[in-house]
């Protein structure tokens, strides 16, 4: 494709443009100029050529179930519905045999990811964690376990009186096979300070996804944008992002979360309009370079815009779930789970190609029934 086959309505965008066509590192300042572009046309455009290059018409799907083990939590972050102090009637802590019954009745068929995430919770030590992801392993010998993020890791470590790394062995250990990228926020220190004051800065967090990516482990990243961040802390996240996967790998997918404020101490902000999420996806795509996947979290952006999404940069929509609560807390309108025939539809409807994966994004067979 070369440049003259690109409408841009904006012209400031040639010489972006021109890098992309080339294969070229797009700078700070490119990225602000796309922040700073209406013509979501043409930056879609650019982010679907990447899109396309490394991925063709493939949208990657899972079979997966999330799982809360807690929604107790100690911090008090101000865009969060899902955490609960312990004296507040609705906290719960699942025992370990109560996640594990809990999988066996909410499982669907061909499930080969269980994803836990929770609160930060004092009275809970690494043996707690240890002990919920082995007893999955036991009863689903098959399943991958993608448990914890670093801000859940960073505090078990405090806890437990033990090092990221150490935590890190006793998880493997156990059988956690993968780790999300959430509690990411946007890292710049004068943001997190407004947003998330007392949970683990972003050098903590990049300390936990060292340790696991020199370790041989894969994880996702993520950003949660729309609420008081600017167009510049957006592109440094991205940037810092970037840095860390020149330098240790690891990271298979990023994934823009769109800020959901119901329930939460920001609920008098409006959330990001649909013209952010769908060029925060275009330009997510343009500036990860090195970060195979992008993913239209269907749960937060909502299935029709993460329709549209897989024509601006994303090639993943994320999987079946089945019982969604953190971003429901939050106001989400969007259904608690999806089916696979649904998810199939979901993209075949906006003249994709679905593919299913594994959490390591190996492609396996499509489910026959619904195929
Ligand atoms: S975002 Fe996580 S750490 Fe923050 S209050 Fe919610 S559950 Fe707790």
Not at 83 to 92: D, L, P, T
Not at 277 to 300: G, V
Request: proline residues 5%.
């Amino acid at each position: 494709m070369t440049i003259m086959a690109i409408y841009l309505a904006d012209k400031n965008l040639e010489p972006i443009a021109e890098k992309v066509l080339a294969g070229e590192r797009l700078t700070r300042e490119d990225g602000h100029a796309l922040y700073a572009s209406f013509d979501l046309p043409g930056i879609g455009t650019l982010a679907n050529h990447v899109r396309e290059r490394l991925h063709g018409s493939k949208t990657y799907y899972n079979i997966n179930l999330h799982i809360n083990p807690t929604n107790t939590c100690f911090m008090s972050c101000r865009f969060c519905a899902f955490g609960r102090k312990a004296f507040n009637e609705k906290s719960y802590i699942l025992k370990p045999e109560e996640i594990v019954e809990r999988a066996r009745l909410r499982m669907p068929k061909g499930c080969s990811e269980i994803h836990l995430v929770g609160g930060l919770d004092p009275r809970l030590k690494i043996e707690y964690y240890c002990g919920y992801i082995s007893a999955l392993k036991a009863a689903f010998p098959e399943v991958h376990i993608k448990t914890l993020t670093p801000v859940e890791v960073v505090f078990i470590a405090r806890m437990s009186k033990m090092t990221i790394g150490q935590v890190i062995e006793r998880l493997a250990d156990a059988g956690m096979g993968s780790m999300p990228g959430g509690g990411a926020e946007i890292f710049d220190s004068e943001i997190r300070e407004q947003i998330c004051e007392h949970k683990c800065d972003a050098e903590g967090w990049f300390e936990t996804h060292r340790e696991l990516h020199t370790r041989g482990f894969k994880s996702n990243c993520t950003m949660l944008y729309g609420h008081i961040e600017e167009p510049r802390h957006r592109i440094d996240h991205l940037l810092r992002l970037r840095d860390h996967q020149d330098l240790y790998g690891g990271f298979q997918c990023f994934i823009p979360l769109s800020f959901h404020p119901a329930n939460t101490a920001f609920s008098h902000l409006p959330g990001p309009s649909g013209f952010l999420e769908l060029q925060t996806i275009a330009i997510s795509r343009l500036m990860l370079d090195n970060i195979p996947h992008i993913k239209a979290y269907w749960i937060m952006l909502g299935i029709k815009q993460a329709q549209v999404a897989q024509w601006l940069g994303a090639n993943d929509i994320d999987g079946t779930v089945v019982h969604e609560e953190i971003y429901h807390d939050a106001g989400a309108k969007t259904p608690l789970g999806m089916t696979v025939a649904d998810i199939q539809r979901t993209i075949r409807e906006c003249g994709r190609t679905p593919v299913l994966r594994n959490t390591i994004y190996e492609e396996l067979p499509e489910p026959a029934a619904v195929g």
